[in-house]
């Protein structure tokens, strides 16, 4: 087992400011990031806050920036970087900032509550549920969200443009959407709740230019722009720019998504 | 330093607009030479009204051909609906369709933020725009027409698929024959037909938009199909890219006398 | 002092993970004002990590499961220490749990025919485990997050405010229940982002923290897995139940040594993975105990069809219940045929198609490929025991998840005791969460809303004392009254990696007196110097602040469970004795009641040889005899006593 001493940078503040500071390390091998800012912890800056619970890529508590880049600090191991290079961490860019590398992400728990849940059928009880497999894989998909929030940290709608934070709901929370519209059993539609129509009219769909930066980061490998966003988009196109579909349902005066 | 984005009061104090250390700018700076390069040389073909049919070739920038002034093709895409009155290049009358397919595709859209707008121009990195409201004004609010412009090119590859089994004449129109621009032809028609049938809207329409797969096996089958075209869809966007000025780049150089087609059998 | 704001409940619910979001729902529910209060942000709570599945006999893949069955796997797996009744409850109310479920939005994998599809797991007769994938525990946790965000949303349209009757506060730490007598007044917290303290009042507090995992070195728990939920309830006078059962899950990683111990899914051997040593034989065949030699295949051959034919064929011995396989492979690397870096192998990839590998088992392929550089559709992956679970935990009625001996303190989840006896089943501990969740949530909103004679008081100097308790690490950098002169304060987080050393390698897997009587030893020293342990810094987000406060919770379960394991002169389930290497039938009746010595709840004794926790043990009540009835004779005479079959 080698080990190397290396270089970090890593930002220690809170909102009345703060910098990069600099350490020198030990790294063995097969460490991630995380172990190494846990080292960092014991050994030389025992109040260095960082989140962190699971280690292993499952809750999505430690999001940071490592040399610019939205990631895992529990998946990103040391070995993809060289030993001369300087490693920056620093927190969130796109949140407000706690303490060192701790964000205040509330703005995400804000958008989750927005997103109207999962509206039960009529008159199906527990137990009576049939779904298909192929009907709930894409909805799956979506639901492997770890809520990491690094899609919506990228996400330079509200990244580089706070006064968005308030119409646009994020991609995290607008593949939300597509997936309770995608979810075979939803009923929203029978209560008057048209999801396509809210994605654009109240969680800001519009606002995403689909350059596919939450679909880069995504730890999970969800292909949140193609899966989830574009036929979102094209969701809402059956709804507001379609004449014939709107044609269609106003002859059928039935909803579309009944097929 | 207060300004917006990264650089909100609230958030961690970094100057930097980004730390990143690798070459993130290579992969715009790439995509908006290559866009820029097409865009020059179809613009250059697209007005210079000559050199377009050299028989059985005819370029698919020019085709159809669909005023007075086209060149005559026998029994080639030549109809003649415009008319004596359009004087300028018919290749104008029929590359709007295809030029706004890709204009409004989903990674083209991506391509042309990142590459010329920089909006971003990579991932965590700031954008230098003041404001964003995305695609939700005029005039980029007109993207949602996209599905329109896949209803057009469907039947523009169906005439180039057309044009490709004309090039299996030689140049007295006998059947049989068959140049290196008849592959050329192939292989274009082939990226043609790939990237259209890739594209998003046609993911949504074949059965993305169904709720319940299990209903509508036919639907669902091709639903898988066009996905799996879908996830190259932006390799299929350069190829075809390239294909089509390669196509319309050997119909200059056969039109012109440049170079003589070889001729297989 | 008493400046400390504080808040009107009716529930209090401590921890945020399966168990006490369950709760909540339930307890908002049935009108009770509820709130939630997590030491991570809401939703990334230690049930995420789980990943097998939910075990409920739905019977949707195999007709023949039903609640007895369950509850017979349950039992034999537990070696028949489980508190019966929660072992009846459970198996009885997890398919309803699991249905409810999918109302609030979950999407399980499924069968051919639609329904909730089930799959095979140690120790469980038919497949049982509903599952998503190897990301139950996330569907679950998401699940129930989202129900209670719905829950807020309909309280935002009655009320306008989402928190008017629900209410998570995230990031914070409960450091001592607050009392009004004997009863429950309310709890005493901190917040983590600013290190400010507060005071939730509430007539009803449920405890569902998990568990004590971080005690120990090898571990698949979080950091969040300090035994809090363990401790409070001892300092507020409830005594916790046979805690020297923990559970060591068979498959943690190995390598590389930043990774040691995050878990390795037991799916994959019910999908079909097999164990094998440096030899490249299966050894779990030489590993059969007699209790289960009827059940198990006796070759591989046999084994192998049993994934085909499950009706004509045993089930391989890979499936054994997780003590036997962890000590299996135990011996196994202690024989030296284990593998390179000191554990066994345990293999898909010659048993699968890479295609099917990863679309059954996605997130192990991931962990594997991203954490150890292992493609674990090409080679074996390298495995050994990991600490995962407690099986013991705060004494509760088996009905309403009351703790006892405490008026409006309720338990449910991992902290809670009894339910898995001496060894939990795969798959059971989220069917648990969902039960006796439910159960606590029920009882704890009937306790607070039928209260006669006025809401239980918060007591102004309990709230000091608890204040001053916490802001102890702050002060630690001078000489203690009474101490050394100049001794500088103590690193907490090297008291915390000795006490993990300690507890791995003295009360870990294998046992024996003479270490556990020095853990004992070392853990009174390492109490003492724990008074000292001092944080630089200020309030704010401060992790060694947070780590000096746990210190005191991971002491005091490390302790309940070193004497308990010393006093426990036999080996069963997740207890193993070299000392005592068979299972007693007299010891099937006893179970072992931890409570502080010093019943006011302070902390004072620090006597090495007594320490601060007194064992007392109980005889348990009689197995009802209709439940009994579901056993064949022949299998009672292996874990029941004389007397006891005879009645």
């Known amino acids: 087992m080698s080990s190397y001493e290396a270089r970090f940078k890593v930002w220690r503040g809170d909102i009345e400011g703060g910098g990069l500071e600099d350490f020198k390390v030990e790294v063995n091998d097969g460490e991630v990031v995380l172990d190494i800012i846990h080292r960092l912890q014991a050994t030389q800056a025992p109040d260095l806050a960082v989140r962190w619970n699971c280690k292993a890529g499952k809750c999505g508590s430690c999001s940071a920036e490592i040399n610019g880049r939205p990631r895992l600090l529990c998946m990103t191991r040391m070995s993809v970087f060289t030993r001369e290079e300087t490693i920056t961490v620093t927190p969130l860019r796109a949140f407000p900032v706690v303490r060192d590398l701790v964000t205040d992400v509330g703005f995400n728990y804000t958008k989750a509550r927005e997103v109207p849940a999962f509206v039960p059928p009529e008159g199906v009880g527990p137990g009576e549920y049939r779904m298909m497999q192929e009907d709930v894989d894409r909805s799956q998909e979506f639901r492997k969200c770890i809520e990491c929030f690094l899609c919506q940290d990228t996400c330079h709608v509200v990244r580089d443009h706070e006064e968005n934070k308030t119409a646009f709901a994020g991609p995290r929370f607008l593949m939300r959407v597509a997936e309770l519209d995608m979810h075979p059993l939803d009923a929203a539609s029978e209560t008057g709740l048209d999801r396509k129509r809210t994605a654009q009219d109240e969680h800001g769909l519009g606002y995403c230019n689909i350059t596919k930066c939450c679909t880069e980061v995504c730890p999970e490998g969800i292909k949140i722009t193609d899966n989830a966003l574009i036929p979102l988009k094209e969701r809402a196109v059956d709804r507001k720019y379609d004449p014939l579909v709107w044609l269609g349902n106003k002859i059928r005066r039935r909803p579309s998504e009944s097929a | ?265 | ?647």
Not at chain 2, 230 to 235: F, K, P, V, W
Not at chain 3, 221 to 227: H, I
Not at chain 3, 447 to 471: F, M
Not at chain 3, 522 to 536: H, I, P, Q, S
């Open chain 2, 1 to 265: 330093m207060n300004s917006g984005g990264v650089r909100t009061r609230t958030r961690a104090a970094i100057a930097a607009p980004h730390l990143r250390t690798d070459r993130w700018w290579l992969a715009p700076a790439a995509t908006a030479a290559g866009l820029l390069a097409f865009v020059v040389y179809s613009t250059w073909r697209a007005f210079a009204n000559s050199d377009y049919y050299a028989a059985p070739y005819v370029s698919p920038f020019y085709s159809p051909c669909l005023a007075e002034n086209c060149e005559p093709m026998r029994s080639g895409p030549n109809w003649e609906i415009f008319g004596s009155w359009w004087g300028l290049s018919p290749a104008l009358l029929i590359l709007i369709f295809p030029l706004g397919f890709r204009l409004t595709c989903y990674y083209y859209r991506k391509a042309y933020y990142r590459g010329f707008w920089a909006s971003p121009p990579a991932c965590a990195v700031a954008e230098p725009h003041k404001k964003y409201t995305g695609e939700t004004r005029f005039p980029l609010i007109f993207q949602n027409i996209h599905r329109y412009f896949f209803y057009a090119a469907v039947p523009v590859a169906g005439i180039l698929t057309y044009d490709t089994v004309l090039a299996f004449r030689d140049e007295h129109y006998e059947w049989g024959h068959m140049g290196l621009g008849t592959i050329v032809f192939l292989v274009n028609i082939v990226l043609i037909w790939a990237y259209t049938l890739s594209c998003h809207s046609c993911r949504h329409i074949v059965g993305g938009k169904l709720k319940h797969f299990s209903k509508h096996p036919v639907r669902y089958r091709t639903w898988q199909l066009v996905g799996k075209l879908n996830a190259r869809h932006m390799l299929l966007a350069w190829t075809s890219l390239v294909s089509v000025a390669l196509a319309d780049f050997y119909v200059y150089l056969v039109a012109s006398g440049a170079f003589d087609d070889p001729r297989l059998f």
């Open chain 3, 1 to 647: 002092m008493s400046v400390v704001d504080r808040q009107e409940w009716d529930v209090v619910v401590v921890g945020a993970g399966g168990a006490g979001l369950r709760a909540a729902i339930e307890a908002r529910e049935r009108g009770a004002r509820t709130a939630v209060i997590c030491k991570s942000l809401f939703g990334k709570a230690h049930t995420v990590m789980a990943e097998g599945g939910i075990a409920a006999a739905m019977g949707n893949v195999n007709a023949g499961d039903n609640w007895q069955v369950h509850f017979r796997d349950t039992m034999r797996g537990g070696k028949f220490l489980n508190q019966w009744r929660m072992a009846e409850l459970h198996a009885q109310e997890a398919p309803d749990r699991v249905w409810e479920l999918e109302t609030w939005g979950a999407l399980f994998d499924r069968t051919k025919d639609g329904r909730i599809s089930q799959r095979n797991f140690g120790g469980h007769e038919y497949p049982r485990l509903a599952h998503v994938g190897d990301r139950t525990g996330l569907e679950l946790i998401r699940t129930l997050q989202q129900k209670i965000v719905s829950l807020q949303q309909e309280d935002y349209k009655e009320t306008g405010d989402y928190e008017s009757r629900l209410k998570v506060y995230q990031e914070c730490t409960v450091t001592r229940i607050l009392k009004d007598g004997s009863r429950v007044s309310g709890a005493f917290c901190y917040e983590r982002e600013s290190g400010r303290f507060f005071v939730l009042e509430a007539p009803s507090v449920v405890i569902s923290t998990g568990g004590i995992g971080k005690s120990f070195k090898v571990t698949s728990n979080s950091w969040e897995y300090t035994g809090d939920g363990h401790a409070l309830a001892l300092l507020a006078g409830a005594p916790l139940l046979n805690m020297e059962f923990v559970q060591f899950h068979p498959t943690g990683m190995v390598w590389p040594p930043s990774v040691k111990g995050i878990l390795v899914t037991e799916s994959v051997r019910g999908d079909g993975g097999v164990l094998r040593n440096s030899e490249g034989k299966r050894f779990m065949f030489d590993y059969i105990p007699d209790v289960f030699k009827e059940k198990y295949a006796q070759s591989e051959e046999e084994g192998d069809r049993w994934y085909e034919d499950p009706d004509n064929n045993r089930r391989p011995p890979e499936l054994l219940p997780r003590d036997e396989v962890a000590r299996a492979i135990n011996s196994e690397v202690k024989a030296g045929r284990g593998s390179p870096h000191g554990g066994v192998f345990l293999d898909v990839s010659t048993r699968m198609p890479a295609e099917v590998i990863r679309r059954r088992l996605p997130s192990m392929y991931h962990q594997f490929k991203e954490l150890a550089d292992v493609d674990i559709t090409a080679e074996a992956m390298e495995v050994g025991p990991t600490c995962h679970y407690v099986m013991g935990g705060i004494a509760v009625e088996s009905d309403t998840a009351a703790a006892r001996g405490v008026p409006g303190l309720f338990a449910a989840g991992e902290v809670a005791g009894g339910m898995h006896g001496s060894n939990r089943l795969g798959g059971n501990s989220l069917s648990d969460l969902l039960v006796f969740g439910r159960r606590a949530g029920l009882h704890a909103a009937q306790y607070a809303t039928g209260l006669s004679g006025g809401r239980p008081l918060v007591d102004d100097v309990q709230v000091d004392t608890a204040a001053a308790e916490a802001l102890r690490p702050f002060s630690a950098e001078g000489p203690e009254p009474g101490a050394e002169q100049g001794r500088p304060p103590e690193n907490p987080y090297t008291l915390h990696q000795e006490l993990q050393q300690t507890m791995n390698d003295l009360v870990g897997i294998i046992r024996r007196e003479a270490e556990m009587e020095a853990a004992l030893e070392k853990l009174a020293d390492l109490r003492v110097r724990a008074r000292r342990a001092g944080v630089e810094g200020h309030r704010q987000f401060n992790p060694g602040w947070h780590l000096a406060l746990d210190l005191r919770n991971m002491l005091l379960v490390s302790e309940c469970v070193a004497r308990a394991a010393l006093e426990r002169t036999e080996s069963r389930g997740g207890h193993t004795r070299e000392d005592h290497p068979a299972m007693e039938r007299d010891w099937r009746r006893v179970n072992l009641l931890c409570q502080l010595t010093d019943p006011t709840g302070g902390l004072a004794a620090t006597d090495p040889v007594h320490g601060q926790i007194d064992l007392v043990r109980e005889t348990t009540e009689p197995i009802r005899p209709d439940l009994l009835a579901l056993f064949e004779k022949e299998e009672l005479v292996k874990y029941l006593a004389e007397e006891e079959l005879y009645e």
